[in-house]
């Protein structure tokens, strides 16, 4: 359980005592079911990380909207994007090991986070981590039409391990994991995947 759902837990169950005291008692079961709703909305469980070489895992739980070639500075990457909607796990998490070289925060729209556009438009964490053998793979976190804040616990210098906790959004979002295009993708547009237990794609043999 991520402590955000505490604290909004604690928040509506005492919003409930008061309604329930002070004014008619039926009115109370709503901030109680919204509490439950927030504990469970910030369930955090346990994943089983995959320990195959050159894997890079899901940094989110959600559904595979986009797997496609772009250009990043006339060079081509893979890029994956994720959509997380209001009822999945919202933790994310780290898809390789290595260390985290770039962070930055980027203020911007809160367009629907199914959009093409919202890739570059809208408020988004971006994180870039070298991986141990020298390979670069950028993960971001993106802001939707219900987001409004985006959480990222670490900063340049830090080392990550494939499937740690990195941070989460609230609540509905996208998450994008840009590679190199010789990675083999091993998922496609539809698929399910869950933060730091789904394979997405391997990087090739000779970068490791």
């Not at 006339?74 to 260390?99: C, D, E, K, M, Y």
């Not at 203020?107 to 919202?118: C, D, L, T, V």
């Not at 906790?165 to 869950?194: E, H, P, Y």
């Amino acid at each position: 359980m991520v402590r955000d759902g505490y604290y909004y837990a604690l928040a509506l169950i005492a919003a409930a005592l008061l309604i329930g005291w002070f004014t008619i008692k039926p009115l109370a079961v709503l901030p109680l079911l919204l509490a439950v709703f927030f504990l469970w909305f910030f369930r955090d469980p346990e994943r089983v990380i995959p320990g195959t070489p050159g894997a890079l895992v899901s940094c989110a739980d959600g559904k595979v909207t986009d797997v496609s070639t772009i250009q990043v500075n006339g060079q081509a990457f893979t890029r994956i994007s994720i959509f997380l909607n209001v009822f999945n796990v919202h933790v994310n998490r780290s898809p390789v090991s290595g260390v985290v070289t770039d962070v930055r925060y980027q203020r911007g729209k809160f367009q629907n986070a199914m959009g093409e556009a919202s890739a570059e438009n809208n408020e988004q964490n971006i994180c870039t981590v070298r991986t141990d053998d020298g390979q670069v793979v950028v993960f971001k976190q993106i802001a939707g039409l219900l987001a409004r804040r985006i959480v990222f616990n670490h900063k340049v210098g830090d080392r990550l391990e494939r499937g740690q906790r990195v941070g989460l959004i609230k609540f509905g979002s996208r998450c994008d994991l840009v590679f190199t295009t010789g990675a083999q993708v091993a998922v496609k547009i539809g698929d399910k995947v869950a933060g730091g237990s789904s394979l997405l794609a391997t990087l090739p043999e000779s970068s490791r």
